[in-house]
């Protein structure tokens, strides 16, 4: 079981294996969620692609918030791929302000190619992610999949009058980063040669609550995750919902050890490509380096979060500023 490699299982990994964004938009462009106006009021859905649901049901002071994310293996250890799936699920609650109180596991799995012993490595990850974020871990669905995934359905609770969202941003207001980059292409590395990076894993299994919580406690009113879009992909749609434009400064972003070193050896997922074609028309990149811009749309799995306010310990990467002629400039 020691010489299974699970990311030879998988055509992706992690999330730079999501519906390219162009792609997904073009997917649910008219859709509209179902109306039951008698169950309350939904406050955050599908309108910008907010990283959960939120619903408030009325006469009570708190929201119920709602997410589901599952993905292929990112790292070949069971039990890491099981923590980083589900820290990565549980992000998207922390993304808009909430705190996760119950989860589901969602596994598929070759049966008749991998031994079950090692999902059961991947689900005691899980388990134990959830236990450090407090959330109770109850039961879940599984499929016999010709390829291994993994993640957890979330359920939580927010205050409905304090949510994180991604059309809540304003000009003049500075961007934090709470998780340095290059995680997408350490990864593609990592599939690639089977070189282990200890950066990278502690970055992936690293909860979003405390940064959460501090965004809150600042008066942060506009966040997201940042995951398969990468830094600028996520930016992009911050920016497009908050009717402003968004200024990178590049020499500030944080970067995990060793990820210039990948993408110079050419480890470029082709999510993080996407990310970039796709955000580019609307785009001043100035004279940075496509290596530069590369790694600044990385498809990062359980990323940090992008937060529209200052946080005390994390760099202050850009600004927001009023709508001009590009949503993204960078520098």
Not at 146 to 167: E, F, I, N, Q, S
Not at 292 to 313: F, H, K, N, R
Request: net charge negative; aromatic share 6%; charged share 20%.
């Amino acid at each position: 079981m020691n010489n299974i490699r699970l990311t030879q299982y998988s055509t992706g990994g992690g999330c730079s294996c999501k519906i390219p964004p162009g792609e997904l938009e073009d997917l649910v462009a008219g859709l509209s969620p179902a109306s039951a106006p008698s169950i309350g009021r939904l406050l955050l859905g599908i309108d910008h692609g907010d990283d959960s649901a939120v619903l408030h049901v009325d006469g009570d002071s708190r929201a119920i918030v709602a997410t589901t994310d599952f993905f292929t293996p990112v790292v070949d250890d069971p039990y890491d791929f099981g923590r980083i799936a589900a820290a990565n699920a549980l992000s998207d609650v922390y993304a808009v302000g909430g705190e996760p109180v119950m989860a589901l596991n969602l596994l598929g799995w070759p049966r008749d190619v991998l031994p079950l012993e090692i999902a059961r490595e991947v689900l005691r990850g899980g388990s134990a992610m959830a236990q450090a974020a407090g959330c109770h871990l109850a039961g879940g669905h599984s499929i016999d999949d010709p390829h291994p995934k993994y993640g957890l359905a979330v359920t939580g609770l927010a205050d409905p009058g304090h949510l994180l969202r991604v059309d809540a941003g304003r000009p003049g207001i500075p961007l934090t980063l709470t998780k340095p980059l290059g995680i997408g292409v350490l990864n593609t590395r990592h599939k690639a040669t089977g070189e282990v990076f200890p950066e990278a894993v502690a970055a992936m299994t690293t909860l979003n609550r405390d940064a959460s919580r501090m965004a809150l406690a600042a008066g942060v009113r506009c966040a997201t995750d940042v995951t398969g879009f990468g830094l600028l992909g996520h930016l992009y749609k911050v920016a497009r919902a908050s009717g402003v434009s968004a200024v990178i400064d590049s020499a500030a972003v944080p970067y995990l050890e060793g990820a210039r070193e990948a993408i110079r050896d050419g480890y470029i997922s082709g999510g993080s490509r996407r990310n970039l074609d796709w955000i580019a028309p609307h785009s001043d990149f100035g004279d940075l380096s496509e290596n530069e811009l590369l790694l600044l749309a990385d498809a990062q799995t359980s990323g940090g979060l992008l937060v529209a306010g200052e946080i005390p310990g994390f760099p202050v990467i850009g600004e927001l500023i009023p709508r001009g002629e590009y949503l993204l400039i960078a520098k």
